[in-house]
Nanobody, 123 residues
Framework: QVQLVESGGGLVQAGDSVRLSCVAS????????MGWFRQSPGREREFVAG????????LYGDSVKGRFTISRDNAKNTLYLQMNSLKPEDTAVYSC????????????????WGQGTQVTVFS
């Protein structure tokens, strides 16, 4: 069982930057590929970014390419999402997820989920 806890969300102005963190409660964090998803009211959960267990491969959703960066520190059991040039349409609950697959871009490919952290971007 893997528990994931996100932090770093909040209320920010358009154009600002925010870094989200996701801490995993497992000694085998380095074996899991990790991802970030987001969901806003009335919309389906959307893939934001993903990384392999080693962190050498990164994947991004089209809407965040060039603005968001996913990274991980396996020594600290922590996943990050650096979000730059934020837009009001980035407003959502951001959740991290873990999988033993090589990587995943679909919700169904992940086995463990955090509760999420709210990011609200105002113009």
């Amino acid at each position: 069982q893997v528990q994931l806890v996100e932090s770093g969300g909040g209320l920010v102005q358009a154009g600002d930057s925010v870094r989200l963190s996701c801490v995993a409660s497992t000694r085998t964090f380095s074996e899991y590929a990790m991802g970030w998803f987001r969901q806003s009211p009335g919309r389906e959960r959307e893939f934001v970014a993903g990384t392999t267990a080693t962190g050498k491969t990164e994947l991004y959703g089209d809407s965040v390419k060039g603005r968001f960066t996913i990274s991980r520190d396996n020594a600290k059991n922590t996943l990050y999402l650096q979000m730059n040039s934020l837009k009001p349409e980035d407003t959502a609950v951001y959740s991290c997820a873990a999988t033993l697959e090589l990587y995943g871009t679909k919700e169904s490919e992940y086995d463990y989920w955090g509760q999420g952290t709210q990011v609200t971007v105002f113009s």
